[in-house]
């Protein structure tokens, strides 16, 4: 794992962007495994505005995380159209290109289906990540076997409180979610986790640091060849070799730099 600490949030978010971005100018038929949540969201601005300046998604594949059971791509809270809103609708990319798990119908065949496509156009390039301060990745909650493929799985009860104040009163909060599993992850050529603020300290620290185990399902990506995790100060705070991850990214970069 290589731990890339920068100081603020946006300093993180803009060195996802700019991975990203070198990504598709290596590749610019290269497919990407995207994430939602609040933390993504000055990644997408960030690739937007790349966008303006030049940059085609023309010939990109995308393949989304999850998306919640129950939830139809209008839906606002659905991650289809989060994905529309944040980035798809302000890119130059083909709409028949950006693969996210159908919430309507049979879960387990959008889950077939998702998997099949993947197999069809994959693997992915470079897999964006987010983390759930419980340690989940997609929506593989604890517990979640570490060889799982896509499919259905419950939320955890903190998941959905937490997810609460995004819904109407008296809206039905969805239970369960068709996630990518965590071997169809782990079978992306890179993958980038971002996690920033305090409120992800402790799951930097158990994903980082930690046994790999289940019980925190973002740590199977220590025994993935090309990880990198790219994390604010307060993220990093937890970390008990925080100075070594500050010391190794020095000589790393300036290493880089030479080249
Ligand atoms: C949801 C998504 C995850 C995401 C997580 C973190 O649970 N399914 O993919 O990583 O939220 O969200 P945030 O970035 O808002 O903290």
Not at 19 to 40: D, K, W, Y
Not at 208 to 230: D, F, K, W, Y
Not at 237 to 242: E, G, H, I, M, V
């Amino acid at each position: 794992m290589r731990v890339v600490i920068l100081p603020t949030a946006d300093d993180a978010a803009r060195h996802v962007t700019e991975l990203i971005a070198g990504q598709l100018r290596e590749n610019p038929r290269s497919v990407l495994g995207l994430a939602t949540g609040g933390t993504m969201e000055p990644v997408y601005e960030g690739l937007i505005a790349r966008h303006r300046a030049g940059l085609s998604f023309a010939e990109v594949t995308t393949f989304n995380l999850d998306e919640y059971v129950g939830l139809g791509p209008e839906h606002p809270q659905s991650y289809s159209r989060y994905m529309r809103e944040r980035l798809f609708a302000h890119v130059d990319i083909a709409e028949t290109s950006c693969f996210v798990p159908s919430g309507r119908g049979v879960p387990a065949e959008a889950a077939r289906a998702f998997e099949a496509e993947i197999a069809r156009r994959g693997p992915v390039d470079l897999q964006l990540l987010g983390l759930g301060e419980n340690g989940h990745i997609g929506f593989n909650e604890p517990g979640s076997s570490l060889g799982s493929r896509t499919r259905e799985k419950l939320l955890s009860h903190d998941t959905v409180e937490a997810n609460r104040r995004f819904f109407g009163l008296g809206e039905t909060v969805p239970e369960t979610a068709v996630t990518m599993g965590i071997a169809t992850i782990c079978e992306a050529r890179s993958i980038v986790v971002l996690a920033t603020g305090a409120r992800k300290a402790a799951a930097v620290r158990a994903m980082v640091e930690g046994p790999v185990t289940a019980m925190c399902p973002a740590s199977i990506l220590q025994m993935h060849p090309r990880v990198r995790v790219v994390i604010d100060a307060e993220a990093a705070a937890d970390l008990a070799l925080r100075d070594h991850y500050l010391r190794a990214e020095q000589i790393q970069s300036a290493r880089d730099a030479k080249t």
